[in-house]
Nanobody, 120 residues
């Protein structure tokens, strides 16, 4: 089993920045991909960004060029740097990890989520 714990959410003004972090513990040697999903009220859960052994990080079109995902070599920590934030980025952000790769709506392990609110 792998446990994931997010930190770094909060309230930010439009155009501002936030950095989310996620620490993995437990059997982290099983992890080959990590990333972030988000879920806004009334919307489907969206895969925002993922990184892993599969190669180049992948981003949702809605965040490409504004968000950057990074992971340490030991696959113990994944971060999401969010710049130029927009009100439509408001959501609960979930850290996730997988033995192979994160899929659109599925991953092996999940964090509890952290709220990001973008508002003036």
């Amino acid at each position: 089993q792998v446990q994931l714990a997010e930190s770094g959410g909060g309230l930010v003004q439009p155009g501002g920045s936030l950095r989310l972090s996620c620490a993995a513990s437990g059997n982290t040697r099983s992890v080959n991909a990590m990333g972030w999903y988000r879920e806004a009220p009334g919307k489907e859960r969206e895969l925002v960004a993922t990184i892993g052994d599969f190669g180049t990080p992948i981003y949702a079109h809605s965040v490409a060029g504004r968000f950057t995902v990074s992971m340490d070599n030991a696959k113990n920590t994944v971060s999401l740097q969010m710049n130029s934030l927009k009100p439509e980025d408001t959501a609960v952000y979930y850290c996730a990890a997988d033995r192979i790769r994160l899929e659109a709506q599925r991953s092996d392990w999940w964090g509890r989520g952290t709220q990001v609110t973008v508002s003036a």
